[in-house]
């Protein structure tokens, strides 16, 4: 999982927003890219009924979040995935309550934010992760390939 590639492609998306819109407190930075995050993942959890393509645009977006708070919060280098926990994850099977995955993540992010607790925030990617491998079934590898 190329997580390098996708963080570089994020940063650069990300400084242009900022850029204009004008926002410079990273304090505020960081609130807003937590609540884009929350909402993403809300999206995502919210129309899983929908086909199996707007799941994987929603996920992707939601996906973009979590890289961007990263990238903000300089926890980048945290959310690299090596073999092992790659195929570890691919090993896992899918979780029947998305009702509950979508609360633990919630309940990690709003930690993550309150507290600048780094390990809730990679708790959640782990999970969030998880939930696109072996719940929706994406192939994370062709994320990059098709933006």
């Keep these: 999982m190329d997580v390098e590639g996708m963080l570089a492609t994020v940063q650069h998306t990300q400084l242009i927003r900022f850029k204009n819109a004008g926002i410079v407190d990273r304090q505020k930075m960081i609130s807003c890219e937590y609540a884009e995050l929350l909402q993403k993942i809300g999206q ?7 086909n199996e393509i707007e799941n994987f645009i929603n ?3 939601a996906l973009k979040s979590f890289l961007s708070v990263a990238l903000i919060c300089k926890w980048g280098y945290q959310l ?3 073999e092992s926990v790659e195929q ?5 099977n899918a979780q029947s309550s998305t009702d509950q995955i ?6 990690l992010l709003s930690k993550s934010y309150q507290q600048k607790s780094q390990t809730a925030f990679v708790h959640a990617w782990h999970i969030f992760i998880k939930f696109g491998i072996a719940n929706l079934k994406i192939d994370l590898k062709n994320i990059l390939k098709s933006e």
């Design 44 to 50: 995502l959890f919210s129309q899983l009924e929908q």
């Design 59 to 61: 996920y992707q977006a």
């Design 80 to 82: 690299l995935i090596d």
């Design 88 to 92: 570890r994850l691919l090993k896992q």
């Design 102 to 107: 979508y609360l633990t993540m919630v309940e």
